[in-house]
């Protein structure tokens, strides 16, 4: 039966001018895109790997492309800005394959959630060093093993980088009678994260792949779901998305009391620096430096400003020793960073071409329709959305909260659809084949047949193969194979090697040049004053 409730989302302008004169100009060709891909290193039997960082793969707090994130066992891909999808894909087939030819017999776990892991205490927290930079590094993550857990931040996900180009920027400008600055591409760029804020419920409905997990994630804690049991020991949720975004993965109670605004970027600088110097209750029993003793950085409600999760970040690359939030201040936002993907487990890499188009037409769409500020209201009802999906997103008849209003999820992803087709074709004027075109038809088929979803084709194929364990384990093999096939196509094998070696020659560098002691160091950084535009 057809839904009588109607979406609202097409009393948003969008402009349409805008993009097409753009696409005339060529300005679109250059919008410039990156990767970074997490995945767990596991043994052949299928268990956590507990080995240090591989040597050959260089030094992770100075490599450009492999390094660790929360753990030695969790390695982190990461390829720099490009404008050709095909390039940033054989970018990563590169990392990939450098790194399963030097790993020995440890595979690439495929998938979100972790793999079994017995207990919680045997995750080894990365190691970058004895530098201050790399003991701080170190420390961060105590504070998250002490404040969160460490089996939340063994789970893995897929970050996109995305920026428009500064013609586009200047073009657009030009249209709008106004003049291509700093402050107004970072109003811009906001306006992005608001209206991604609104719909960003699409992405783990179409890409989330964690309808389930290992029982070993939940043992212990308190979770209010009914899950469903596979095989020996897997969990899941008959409709659910990405339970890697629901609030088994990256929440934090500390954090949901936290109003981060994305109405202006003063306001998102302020209130994360507010949040790193507000002392919290709940982590005052940490000893932050007390006799040199570091379980975490500090006793506030964030220890630094990434510690704040959210699916989306505006970002500007940082200098050496400065923090995320005076970099904003004083450059303003050169990027956006999506974390609200989930690995792909039907690519060997984590995430195909396919998504990166239909990404573009997302954010493009979200740059150029509307986005009125948020009050408080409008702001919680993005999260009840993202929540409701990440448990349910595939079950017939799912409503969601739009201006007070419940609405069918399926009526306003088509209203969504309408306007990701125009872009698209728009976007394909660029190129001599309709990969944009494609893409969003392609993603229209989800929305017509859950059972497409990404989500929907792992849990049924665990229904017919067996527990995540099990068919985590198989694929991991089969992408050791696949990835060991791979041809060279950016950096050779003999690139990989300098490149680690480089890095542990840096890596050196930066140790052999601090005077400071660690608690010196940690006292001086958070004693810096903030830093202000035309300080």
Same mark, same amino acid.
């Given at each position: ?391 349910? #997103? *595939?079950?017939?008849?799912?409503? /969601? ?5 419940? &609405?069918?999820? =399926?009526?306003? $992803? %088509? ?40 989500? #929907? *084709?792992?849990?049924?194929?665990? /229904? ?5 364990? &099990?068919?985590? =384990?198989?694929? $991991? %093999? ?58």
């Amino acid at each position: 039966m057809e839904s009588t409730l109607r979406p609202l989302t097409h009393d948003l302008s969008y402009d349409f001018d805008a993009l097409k004169s753009a696409s005339a100009f060529c300005a679109l060709s250059d919008i410039k895109r990156g990767v970074e891909r997490e995945c767990l290193r596991i043994n052949p039997t299928g268990m956590l790997a507990l080995t240090p960082h591989p040597k050959a793969l260089g030094a992770a707090l100075t490599h450009e492309s492999i390094t660790t994130d929360y753990s030695e066992s969790l390695l982190e891909f990461i390829t720099p800005p490009e404008s050709d999808v095909n390039t940033t894909q054989a970018q990563l087939e590169d990392v990939h394959k450098f790194t399963i030819d030097n790993i020995g017999e440890e595979r690439l776990w495929p998938l979100s959630m972790p793999c079994f892991i017995e207990n919680a205490q045997d995750i080894p927290i990365a190691y970058f060093g004895e530098s201050n930079v790399g003991k701080m590094k170190k420390a961060y993550r105590m504070g998250l093993r002490n404040r969160y857990g460490s089996m939340m931040q063994v789970i893995s996900g897929v970050h996109f980088n995305f920026s428009v180009p500064d013609a586009f920027w200047q073009h657009l400008a030009t249209q709008k009678g106004v003049e291509a600055t700093q402050d107004w591409v970072s109003e811009q760029y906001f306006s992005l994260i608001r209206n991604y804020r609104r719909s960003c419920w699409l992405i783990p409905y179409l890409f989330g792949a964690s309808p389930a997990l290992c029982s070993s994630f939940v043992a212990g804690r308190e979770h209010g779901l009914d899950f469903k049991k596979l095989g020996r020991g897997t969990l899941y949720l008959p409709y659910a998305t990405s339970l890697r975004m629901s609030g088994l993965g990256y929440t934090s109670n500390e954090q949901s009391s936290l109003r981060i605004c994305y109405n202006s970027i003063d306001t998102y600088v302020r209130l994360l620096r507010e949040a790193m110097y507000t002392p919290s209750k709940n982590y005052s029993g940490f000893a932050a430096g007390e006799g040199g003793n570091y379980q975490q950085l500090s006793k506030n409600v964030l220890q630094i400003e990434n510690e704040f999760y959210s699916p989306i970040r505006p970002k500007q690359p940082t200098a050496s020793g400065e923090k995320p939030t005076d970099a904003l201040a004083l450059r303003g936002v050169s990027y956006i960073e999506v974390r609200a993907l989930d690995v792909n487990p039907f690519s060997p890499v984590g995430i195909d071409k396919e998504q990166m188009h239909f990404l573009d037409v997302f954010l493009m769409a979200c740059l150029l329709t509307e986005s009125p500020k948020f009050d408080a209201e409008r702001y919680k009802e993005t999260e009840v959305n993202l929540n409701r999906v990440v448990v349910e #997103g *595939r079950k017939p008849g799912l409503t /969601l909260l739009q201006n007070e209003q419940e &609405v069918a999820m =399926r009526d306003w $992803a %088509e209203a969504l659809f309408s306007r990701y087709a125009e872009v698209a074709a728009i976007m394909d004027e660029n190129y001599a084949d309709h990969r944009y075109s494609e893409a969003v038809k392609r993603e229209w088929q989800k929305v017509e047949d859950p059972e497409l979803t990404f989500s #929907g *084709r792992w849990l049924n194929k665990l /229904l017919a193969e067996g527990d995540n364990a &099990v068919v985590g =384990r198989e694929l $991991a %093999e089969t992408y050791r194979q696949q990835i060991g096939d791979f041809n060279y196509h950016f950096k050779s094998a003999e690139d990989f090697v300098a490149e680690a070696q480089r890095s542990v020659a840096a890596q050196q560098e930066i140790e052999a040049s601090d005077t400071d002691s660690f608690s010196e160091f940690i006292t001086d950084y958070f004693a810096r004053e903030p830093a202000k535009k035309n300080a």
